[in-house]
């Protein structure tokens, strides 16, 4: 099991603890997402920035089970363990304003399973989906598939009539260099909102207020500015100077003297993540 280490300026942490006043959240790690196309990368800075503005149906609490984020049930049929059924949530408006329904499902399950997709592997069981009715939508695999769930918690969703009117309906050939409307813009159910983005310089988030989860997960940070840092010792520097308050991929050598610095506070936690070498 590997490690995933963050600091985080006192101040705001203890700020977003105890529900004070709206805050400015000054984030930076050593790479930038590759792209804003949910479905064009399956890597990790990419996912991260994607997961504040877009959601799957399903994602992981604090222990790494799943939990409900756009669908609130799920499970096989009882009539045939390889077909899913996936009861999802009403209500839920996009960044723009438009109603998340089950077509929006049945769009980007297809979407992120096509050619240039790189999640696609992780749905190559997915056979046929399907809308139910507006707010249900049933999955049929090749055969019972048990860790399906598990493989949508990074699968995000995305408005079909939005990819539509802005020819994004394709996934972006990142392989081929192709620029998109998607690999720059985003109209997710997220959290945040895209305001601006800048690649490998600059991505700002505003606070979606109108998100179905604010009484669910209740956020003090209004702004989030996201600041890719690739020189490790440039991104401490920037954090002990009050430029940032919360970096990633910190160094290990620097764990000690930045815990060891007032303001400052230190969070380890467990990643869901196996690297190993393989040899032949």
């Known amino acids: 099991m590997t490690y995933q280490t963050g600091i985080l300026a006192a101040a705001l942490l203890a700020s977003t603890s105890i529900g004070a006043s709206a805050e400015t959240l000054r984030w930076a790690r050593a790479g930038d997402s590759l792209t804003l196309d949910p479905h064009a990368q399956n890597e990790g ?73 790189n999640m696609k592997e992780l749905l190559s069981s997915i056979v046929e989906v399907r809308a139910v009715d507006d707010y249900s939508v049933e999955m049929e695999t090749d055969g019972p598939n048990p860790i399906l769930p598990a493989n949508l918690t990074n699968l995000f969703m ?32 997220g959290a945040f909102e895209l305001v601006s983005r800048e690649p490998d310089v600059r991505t700002v988030l505003t606070q979606n207020e ?38 990633q991929d910190v160094p290990v050598q620097d764990l000690g003297r930045v815990a060891d610095t007032e303001g400052l ?6 990643q869901n993540r196996t690297i190993f070498f393989g040899m032949n």
Do not use: C
């Not at 984020?69 to 949530?89: M, Q, Y």
């Not at 020819?167 to 972006?172: A, K, M, N, R, S």
């Open 45 to 117: 800075p990419t996912h991260t920035l994607s997961h504040q503005i877009y959601e799957p149906l399903i994602i992981r609490d604090m222990t790494g089970a799943p939990q409900a984020a756009l669908a609130t049930e799920w499970g096989p049929s009882p009539d045939d363990p390889s077909v899913w059924v996936f009861e999802l949530r009403e209500g839920v408006k996009y960044h723009d304003g438009a109603d998340f329904t089950a077509e929006d499902v049945v769009f980007s399950i297809n979407r992120a399973k096509s050619d240039n997709s």
């Open 158 to 189: 995305m408005d079909k009539g939005w990819a539509e009117a802005n020819d994004v309906v394709e996934v972006q050939d990142v392989e081929g260099g192709e620029q998109t409307f998607a690999a720059t813009n985003a109209n997710g159910t």
């Open 210 to 247: 109108d998100y179905w989860g604010m009484d669910q997960f209740p956020m003090d940070v209004t702004e989030v500015i996201y600041t890719p840092i690739q020189n490790a010792a440039t991104r401490v520097a920037a954090l002990l100077s009050g430029e940032v308050d919360f970096i």
């Open 265 to 270: 506070v230190v969070k380890t936690a467990p």
